[in-house]
């Protein structure tokens, strides 16, 4: 293969990328690297982040891609088949999914006013919901449109909590495992029930800074570690918080024919977090 070949490989001209999640820090960077490539790129995310995403908007102005905002509800079917229709109206078909929608809650983090046993069952409710339904339904809605298409490809977001729990905040690190293991599963089941050129694969990011964490891994007052980042940083051989640039080597590659034979895998993305056994 020469370099002309490889190249066309990463060229999304004319495919469409379906982001839930989209209008956020980790998301936007995703779908402006894909529509510098040239894609469709689907921006799905909450009514009101996506009302507020100027400047996501003006940023993809300036790329050679297409680019449509759905405002849309990662818990709902219903919502999320409109949105499915919404896109293949404008675009024709999706290609690819990127179930990047997630988070945690403080209501289901201990701390020194909130014990595990003390957690309460609707908070718990809401961070599983959030990672594992909301990673499953867009998976279904737009998983149906690709099995009807005979192809696809669908990139999930876990996260390092899957491969070491942190302390503290169990809801979420479960609920993580949970989509790296729900990861190999759509993707065999994909793969036999329907199209072996379907791929289901997931990227596990380790510790980046973003609106929900910043000021837990960092002082609001001056920008300096807290104790909890420190540790962080400590237990990362690479020294550093996470780029959101660093995620999009992995993303492309898995979304691309590059990875043509590659299915039901998870990739740390986390700077050698999971290899450091912390001696």
Known sequence: MNLK?????????GKTVAVTGGAGVLGGDIVCALADLGANVAILDLQQAVDNADALRARLDQTPGNALFVG????????????????????????????????????????ADMSFF???????????????????????????????????NILNVSSMNAFRPLTRIAAYSAAKAGVSNFTQWLAVHLAQEYSPTIRVNAIAPGFFLTEQNRFLLTEQETGELTARGQTIIDHT???????????????????????????GIVVPIDGGFSAFSGV
């Open 5 to 13: 070949e490889l190249s066309q490989m990463y060229d999304f001209t």
């Open 72 to 111: 849309t509800d990662v818990l709902s079917p219903d919502v999320l088949q409109k949105s499915v229709e919404q896109v293949v109206a404008e675009f024709g078909k999706v290609d690819c999914l990127i179930n990047g929608a997630g988070g945690n809650s403080p209501r289901a983090t201990t701390s």
């Open 118 to 152: 003390d957690i309460p069952p609707e908070a718990l409710r809401f961070v599983f919901d959030l990672n594992i339904v909301g990673t499953i339904l867009p998976s279904q809605a737009f998983g149906r449109q690709m099995a009807q298409q005979g192809e696809g």
């Open 237 to 263: 051989p690479m020294g550093r918080f996470g780029n959101p640039e660093d995620l999009l080597g992995t993303v492309l590659w898995l979304l691309s024919p590059a990875s043509a034979f590659v299915t």
